[in-house]
């Protein structure tokens, strides 16, 4: 499960006014492919990005399975994430052609740590 789903979240605009009592979260990107780049590297530089760039203070790194989610607050109150999806590099192309099912759109930065090869674009 997402750790920022829920009945009370919503994605909004950061500079949108939510409703009382709704939480405003906004994805900030979504990362799919390599578990060598995935499990490590990507959310430890995904952390330095949101609190460097988004000024989130301090972002958290939570696994869930095959997925991470780096996340915290900005300062204006809007949670911001960042989700990777690391279940190997064939799954970045299927991403950007729109055949990978976790996900709810193609990535916006897929990860691959080999070559590619037309094994790569079937589902």
């Known amino acids: 499960m997402h750790p920022l789903s829920g009945s009370k979240w919503s994605i909004m605009a950061p500079e949108s006014t939510a409703p009382q009592g709704v939480r405003v979260r906004l994805q900030i ?3 799919v492919g390599s578990n060598t780049l995935g499990e490590k590297a990507v959310p430890e530089l995904a952390k330095a990005y949101l609190e ?3 000024h989130v203070s301090p ?3 939570s ?3 095959e997925s991470i989610y780096v996340s915290g607050k900005m300062p204006d109150g809007t949670t911001a994430y960042i989700e ?3 279940t190997g590099s064939g799954d970045c192309f299927k991403s950007f052609a729109g055949l990978y099912p976790a996900a709810d759109a193609p990535c916006d930065i897929g990860m691959s740590s080999g070559r590619s090869s037309r094994a790569n674009w079937k589902s």
């Open 29 to 31: 990107l979504l990362f």
């Open 52 to 54: 460097r760039e988004k």
């Open 59 to 61: 972002a958290t790194i």
């Open 63 to 65: 696994p869930q399975g």
């Open 84 to 86: 990777i999806h690391a």
